[in-house]
């Protein structure tokens, strides 16, 4: 069965220095990777995709997203955190199944806090 | 362009009554997908409509849950009657034909007492 794994309730980091929420995944072939990010009382919002290609990604508001294939994993980064990037992130794949051919199989949402 | 749009943005209601949530999907999207969140835990995946078609309904719970789209237009997801494990945040999202991304509306978040 395809799943995402964030292995992490809650991540903290100091404004200025770099974040990272981790991100694994379980899927048969080639995934398709996503991160969205929630705000307070907002709907979720896309950042990124891994499609195909350079394993590297960048995203919205400075964010970027590496996929390791070997690993299984798909990790958020960004070099430095700001207060504003305070939210719930979300990592999903796309299921890949015949009956679930595009539906998104999503983690269940680490928290990041950035303190000034 | 506008957004995906949900109605209503909150909704609290008794056990057993019946709810109606709207989505309208960013215009020229012919995919329209209903997600749910219960109680913090995981989105889950509900259904799928191409259009008007249902292309996959695998995650509805059960049948108090129907879910519609007129004319290949907005959606409607009903829940009748309402039990308190239906208390969530309801996500919609479309997206355009062959394309992988998906974009969300606001959620709508049911609260049933």
């Known amino acids: 069965a395809q799943s995402v794994a964030q292995p992490e309730d809650q991540v903290n980091v100091a404004e200025g220095n770099p974040l990272t929420v981790k991100c694994t995944y379980s899927?048969?072939?080639?995934?398709?990777l996503f991160w969205y990010v929630q705000y307070p009382n907002r709907g979720l919002q896309f950042l990124l995709k891994?499609?195909?290609?350079?394993?590297l990604v960048k995203g919205s508001y400075g964010f970027e997203a590496e996929f390791n294939k070997s690993q299984t994993s798909f990790h958020l980064k960004k070099p430095s955190a700001l207060v504003s990037d305070s939210a719930l992130y979300f990592c999903?794949?796309?299921?890949?199944?015949?009956?679930?051919?595009?539906?998104?199989?999503f983690g269940a949402g680490t928290r990041l806090a950035v303190h000034p | 362009e506008a957004g995906v749009t949900q109605f209503p943005s909150h909704s609290v209601i008794e056990k057993g009554q019946t709810v109606t949530l709207r989505c309208d999907p960013i215009?020229?999207?012919?995919?329209l997908y209903w997600y749910r969140r219960v109680m913090g835990k995981e989105i889950k995946f509900l259904l799928h409509?191409?259009?008007?078609?249902?292309?996959?309904e695998s995650g509805m719970p059960n049948n108090r849950f129907l879910a519609e789209r007129t004319g290949g237009t907005y959606s409607t997801l009903k829940v009748q009657p309402a039990e308190l494990e239906d208390s969530g945040v309801y996500f919609c999202?479309?997206?355009?034909?062959?394309?992988?991304?998906?974009?969300f509306g606001p959620g709508t978040r049911l609260l049933v007492l």
């Open positions: 215009s020229g999207h012919d995919n």
């Open positions: 899927v048969s072939g080639n995934p398709y």
């Open positions: 409509f191409v259009k008007e078609s249902k292309q996959d």
């Open positions: 999903a794949v796309r299921g890949l199944f015949s009956g679930g051919y595009n539906k998104l199989i």
């Open positions: 891994y499609i195909t290609g350079d394993n």
């Open positions: 999202a479309s997206s355009p034909g062959g394309q992988e991304t998906q974009y």
